[in-house]
């Protein structure tokens, strides 16, 4: 693309954005939320969280009720009464639910695991906005054993970091008339602007998975993660926190067959500059220990996306997540050490971090270093406008990635969502990328389409930071999905998917298309069953066209206890293949829950030997809620990889301050055979 016609890309992106500016006032102004309001009470008595709620204070506090559900009748009100009601102190917020049910026997509670999605158990939710800003909150909600579950949302709902830990009680107690519930907030744990009388966004909600129901304290609701759709909590009095650092000192010992054995120290700090804006630092930090990538099945030519697992990674990472990824933390192997800084000031969201990697002793790459920095800018109702720069430093050379992003809301239903980015490093030409997405989000039903824009050079040097599957391309999509919720002949939900995508290169030839159709149902038994089918053509060397049919069944999969088994077959790049997939999750006790995943695919013709089985299996025994005991195993044997990892665990200053004690063997890159040995891991690591 010459740069004539690459400049007037970039114009008329940017005149879209000004002209959606423009209009969303005027469109936002048609869509006004009417939201509820609940007054929060001071107390100056002692709260125990223990999910009992037996303290006088609860006795005479406001109460929020009239829950309405969001699925599966929309708008009705929720099937089984829910109350809440709201304490605060100089130090906590505390949150007590009443949760009434007409089968409290049937009441399920199965996880234990911290961080475990809740949703396939009976639990709350509280959803906290404490700047106000219809944006972004916190969220923490529980089951019926206490198990926690906490993480942000941001961008309205557009993303969710479930990997966001805060400082924070729960409890819960079975009653005659159903279930309670607890939670204690720590304020120096969260962001906010300290003072009087100040109002945060809430809202509060409940899952009964037999029923297939979540209802919410407001709604109803086109998105359960649409913060600009939440209620007002008034009156809370709150000061600035009075613990501004905290220091986690650990030391982590390695044993390692046939090695020496060694021991080392590190170092991680965390600094409120404000009660809104905070750093962290990092010396040293500790990968050893962190679970290893789990092997699957990749039927394209493309990079396979792996998820960060290493807390200084994880936790604010949730502001750089963009279609165009201009950062992906999975680049930065062993680091020395990191600084980062994060906060939320008068509308402007910004993090910025550096870190500096260990020289790899196996391919010779020297330290490099990586910088990266993000702003957002808050503007209108829920929009916002944002910048992201990522910057790596290796050999005296500098690669990176810089651009524009924004997501325009105007209304609670239709958004418009874009970015433009440039690269730079060895080659800076045909190095501009943008896309364009304008969508449509019922909690019943989406459309979008979008338009991409993919350089020549963009993933060069993209990919030294960040994660671009492709590029040179031109690329439509569109996709249409919908839900029903008929509640007759056995049947209890369908949803139906459908996606079309094509690119061409950016000489005009066509590089691929692909067609996606998929159609589920939910039955009142406990039985769901789906059909797929994916139709594509890519050209690489020549032309191929590729297909795959699946069908899926599925027991239980609204709860944690669920068995799926799936079937597919089809061509791939010239083989045809059948590709089997199972998967069941098992609880033995209230303590020892686990579960065992397989994949065998057959190629014909195969030889190359690709054909191939992998087992996946998870167990973990938690003895109480800090003091647990977790496995992962895996096999795959196309690579004779037999990878196990023992984790075990004492928590005595949640979720900081531990006792770990690991055991591995076969650990190994994702998609590499590991050749570890016996290995022993010891970590203790103190919060000050």
């Not at 396939?120 to 909600?141: A, E, G, K, P, Q």
């Not at 109480?624 to 795959?636: G, W």
């Not at 023992?646 to 531990?658: A, D, K, N, T, W």
């Amino acid at each position: 693309m010459n740069n004539k016609i690459k400049r007037k890309f970039i114009y008329v992106w940017c005149l879209l954005i000004f002209l959606c500016m423009l209009v969303c006032p005027v469109i936002s102004a048609q869509s006004k939320w009417s939201s509820k309001q609940l007054s929060a009470q001071k107390t100056n008595a002692a709260i125990r969280v223990n999910g009992i709620l037996d303290e006088k204070a609860w006795t005479s506090t406001p109460e929020a009720t009239h829950f309405i559900q969001f699925e599966p009748e929309k708008g009705r009100p929720a099937s089984e009464r829910t109350v809440v009601k709201v304490l605060f102190d100089d130090r906590f917020v505390y949150f007590g639910f009443y949760c009434y049910d007409s089968e409290p026997r049937k009441i399920a509670a199965r996880m234990t695991k911290r961080d475990a999605d809740l949703r396939s158990d009976d639990s709350v939710y509280v959803l906290i906005d404490t700047f106000h800003d219809m944006r972004t909150c916190y969220f923490v909600c529980t089951n019926l054993l206490g198990t926690q579950w906490d993480g942000r949302i941001t961008e309205n709902g557009r993303t969710i970091d479930n990997t966001w830990d805060g400082i924070w009680k729960s409890g819960a107690k079975r009653t005659d008339f159903g279930w309670t519930a607890e939670f204690s907030v720590e304020l120096s744990s969260i962001k906010y602007e300290p003072g009087d009388e100040r109002t945060w966004g809430l809202n509060l909600g409940r899952g009964i998975p037999r029923k297939l129901e979540f209802s919410f304290w407001t709604g109803p609701l086109e998105s359960v993660y649409k913060v600009s759709q939440f209620g007002d909590l008034t009156g809370l009095d709150l000061k600035k926190s009075s613990k501004k650092i905290q220091v986690i000192p650990h030391l982590i010992s390695k044993a390692q067959e046939g090695e020496k054995i060694t021991a080392e120290v590190g170092l991680d700090a965390r600094y409120a500059f404000s009660q809104t804006v905070s750093g962290n630092l990092t010396v040293n930090p500790d990968f050893a220990t962190v679970e290893a990538d789990q092997e699957v099945i990749n039927l394209t030519r493309f990079e396979t996306y792996l998820p960060e697992k290493r807390n200084f990674f994880l936790e604010g990472s949730e502001i750089y997540q963009q279609r165009i990824r201009l950062f992906y933390s999975r680049r930065i192997s062993d680091i020395y050490g990191g600084a980062k800084v994060y906060g939320k000031v008068k509308g402007y969201e910004f993090q910025g971090f550096t870190a500096q990697t260990v020289k790899n002793q196996e391919t010779g790459d020297p330290s490099a270093n990586f910088s990266v920095f993000r702003l957002k800018k808050d503007v209108m109702k829920s929009s916002n406008i944002g910048f992201t720069a990522a910057n790596k430093w290796i050999n005296g050379q500098n690669w990176g990635t810089a651009g524009l992003d924004t997501a325009l809301y105007f209304s609670d239903t239709f958004k418009f969502t874009g970015q433009l980015a440039a690269s730079y490093g060895e080659t800076n030409t045909d190095n501009i990328a943008f896309f364009l997405r304008p969508s449509y989000d019922s909690s019943t039903f989406h459309i979008h389409l979008r338009y991409t824009h993919l350089g020549r050079n963009f993933a060069d040097n993209a990919n030294r930071v960040g994660f671009v599957r492709d590029d040179n391309r031109r690329e439509l999509d569109s996709a249409i999905r919908k839900i029903f919720f008929p509640k007759k002949a056995g049947l209890e939900r369908i949803e139906y998917d459908s996606n079309y995508n094509i690119y061409w290169g950016l000489d005009d030839t066509l590089r691929s298309w692909k067609i996606d159709q998929e159609a589920s149902l939910d039955l009142k038994n406990k039985f769901s069953f789906s059909l797929e089918h994916h139709e594509e053509f890519k050209l690489y060397e020549k032309e191929f066209r590729n297909r795959q049919s699946e069908v899926e069944l599925g027991y239980n999969t609204r709860e944690w206890q669920q068995a799926t088994f799936s079937y597919s077959f089809g061509r791939n790049f010239d083989r045809d293949f059948q590709l089997l997939e199972g998967n069941v999750n098992f609880k033995l006790s209230r303590e020892f829950s686990a579960s065992y995943g397989l994949e065998r695919v057959l190629f014909d013709p195969d030889p190359e030997g690709d054909s191939t089985w992998i087992h996946v299996l998870r167990a973990t025994n938690y003895f109480t809620n800090d003091l647990f005991l977790k496995l992962f195993y895996q096999i795959n044997t196309v690579i004779d990889k037999r990878n196990i990892q023992l984790l075990f665990v004492y928590r005595f200053q949640p979720p900081f301050g531990s006792i770990q004690v690991a055991y591995q063997k076969g650990t190994g890159e994702f998609g590499e055979r590991g050749t570890q040995g016996h290995t022993l891991f010891f970590k203790f690591a103190v919060m000050f």
